[in-house]
């Protein structure tokens, strides 16, 4: 029987929801116009004022924030309390530029916990539960988000952080850990270590893991399942809006529920910024609609999604949002397709590939053309050049159905795809020269 | 009756090959036959070499995407009516020639030919019924 942490809110009426949505979202508008003044500047120049944003319907109206905002307002333009009353900061892993600090009040973090705990239910916890949570902790979402929403469902709580592999997997077996909390790739390892250690799934007591803050594909799902012998939920977040609990995955497995008592989510077109039907391709846009500290009003998360309100089986009627399919920034429309190297990473890793592969866009003859160039492994090599033309004939026609369009797929030898700084270069477009 | 033959995928640019006789040379490998099957994007080059499954090793090592084949070697001008006697015997057995290339022997001045068929057995028992002559996998290594 599915477990809800929030009944009410998790199966309220979408008329309710609706509602309770208008009702925040216009408190939210008011609260940020008035305290910061990085926001209240950017909807001066649009020409909109707290009176213009009466519901959910007039949400479009309000202009964007981006990472680059982020970093224009770092590290205090963006905060909407006064330092006395926030608790906590959070912080991204500033890979990609300057990093992103996040501030929270005592309510900010019991809210976030809370969803997290929303999260932990989905996955079948209760309090008689063992929670292995195996994200990093410290400046990291991950740890602390899951730490926090496991000790409000009243598990025994496993702060490991992550790393000392044969560590968490001795205390797995001798604390008798029933959800596992961490990155899919790290649940992975885990699950190779168990096996290379002489053990079985029947040394172990899981039966669950909540697992995020990378992308990770299906076929990983099932490899993570079978090698720990659990059900893998998927959990979604992101440091500007909280931290993982945005959304969360019911026993359904096919979307995340967005928790929209708290986050309200749009689709836009990531080149023109219209908002799209419910079932569209595009760009994710997250409006925090309780947070008090951190606001974030309209944030563009880059992340490429579909949402969908179709009736979920497990009683939820919150919108569920699939999986990210890419990032609006690596983005290409191809013969006015949207395309996403991240789709062409799956094709290549559900045939048999190492993901090791470069896209070429060029137009000829006012005509895009879409070429892959994909790195040949051992067991795909053949002696004979018909064999590589049908393997390469097979591998274009498994990119075809999952873009929509043809390219032309070159088997090539491994290392011959240019790198720069280590990173392979993914995607050549020669279009931008002309 | 069976020779290994080492084949390994190159880009189809100046200066792959040599990068490839560069790694042999240096591993002592003496290279018997050679051949390269060319298309617009890539190479197969195919070798017959004195040690192939230490060279293959040494290929593998070096990062190269590497298989072993096993072809059949036989000598021409011995033949009844010479390679189109090869064919035509292969043809009347109902076996496919997948491909085929020439070298010469330095020490005995003769011809042979290699041969990647769809079908070894069938394709030797054809051939030693015919009477053709075909080398033993160390006839070729020593060479
Ligand atoms: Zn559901």
Redesign the pocket.
């Known amino acids: 029987m599915e477990r809800y942490w929030n009944k009410e809110i998790e199966c309220m009426s979408r008329e309710d929801m609706k509602k309770l949505q208008d009702e925040r979202l216009v408190a939210q508008v008011k609260h940020v116009y008035a305290n910061v003044p990085y926001y209240k500047k950017l909807m001066d120049e649009k020409g909109v004022t707290p009176d213009d944003i009466r519901s959910t319907a007039d949400l479009h109206k309000l202009p964007f924030l981006t990472k680059a905002d982020l970093r224009e307002a770092y590290p205090y333009g963006l905060l909407a309390k006064p330092l006395s009353e926030c608790v906590r900061i959070q912080s991204t892993s500033g890979t990609t530029g300057k990093r992103v600090v996040a501030f929270y009040t005592q309510h900010d973090i019991d809210l976030w916990e809370d969803c997290c705990a929303r999260a932990i239910t989905a996955a079948g916890g209760t309090k008689d539960d063992v929670c292995q949570v195996c994200y990093g902790y410290g400046l990291f979402t991950g740890g602390p988000g899951l730490n926090g929403g496991s000790h409000k469902v009243g598990c025994l709580t496993l702060p490991m952080s992550s790393g000392n592999t044969e560590r968490q997997i001795q205390f797995m077996i001798d604390l008798q850990s029933t959800i596992l909390c961490c990155t899919p790739s790290y649940a992975a390892y885990i699950g190779e270590t168990l096996h290379e250690m002489g053990y079985t799934t029947d040394d172990i007591k899981l039966k669950a893991g909540i697992f995020g803050a990378e992308p990770w594909t299906e076929e990983m799902r099932r490899e993570i399942e079978k090698s720990l012998g659990i059900k893998a939920y998927d959990i979604y977040g992101l440091t500007e809006t909280s931290g993982p609990g945005v959304s969360f995955e ?1 026993s ?1 497995q096919t979307g995340m ?1 967005i928790n929209e008592d708290h986050f309200i989510a749009e689709i836009i077109d990531p080149d023109t910024g219209e908002v799209l039907p419910e079932g569209s391709k595009g760009e994710l846009v997250f409006t925090s609609i309780t947070k008090e500290a951190f606001p974030l009003l309209r944030y563009r998360t880059r992340d490429i999604c579909v949402l969908t309100r179709e009736k ?1 089986s ?1 009683g ?1 009627t919150l919108v569920k949002m699939s999986k990210p399919l890419g990032r609006s920034d690596d983005m290409l429309i191809i013969r006015g397709v949207n395309v996403f190297p991240s789709q062409i990473e799956t094709v290549l890793i559900e045939q048999g590939y190492a993901p090791n592969y470069q896209i070429e866009v060029d137009r000829i003859n006012n005509s895009d053309t879409l070429d892959v160039n994909v790195e040949m492994s051992d067991d795909k090599f053949s002696d004979m050049v018909k064999d590589i033309q049908q393997k390469e004939r097979e591998l274009a026609a498994a990119i075809k159905t999952m873009l929509g369009i043809s390219p032309k797929v070159h088997l090539v030898p491994p290392k011959t795809i240019a790198r720069s700084e280590g990173k392979a270069v993914r995607v050549i477009d020669k279009r931008k020269l002309v | 009756m069976l020779i290994k033959q080492i084949s390994i995928f190159v880009e189809n640019k100046p200066g792959r090959l040599s990068a490839v006789t560069k790694l042999l040379a240096e591993n002592n490998i003496d290279i018997r036959a050679l051949s390269v099957a060319d298309t617009k994007d890539f190479g197969i080059l195919r070798l017959i070499v004195n040690k192939p499954d230490e060279t293959c090793e040494a290929l593998k090592k070096a990062g190269w995407t590497v298989s072993l084949t096993n072809v059949i070697a036989i000598g021409i001008t011995d033949a009844p009516g010479g390679l189109s006697g090869v064919v035509e015997c292969l043809y009347a057995a109902n076996i496919s020639v997948e491909y085929m290339y020439a070298f010469i022997s330095k020490a005995e001045d003769q011809a042979y030919v290699i041969l990647r068929v769809d079908n070894n057995d069938r394709a030797i028992e054809a051939l030693v019924e015919n009477n053709f002559t075909l080398l033993k996998a160390s006839e070729v290594y020593d060479m």
């Open positions: 019911c359904e529920h979920c497990c939820r």
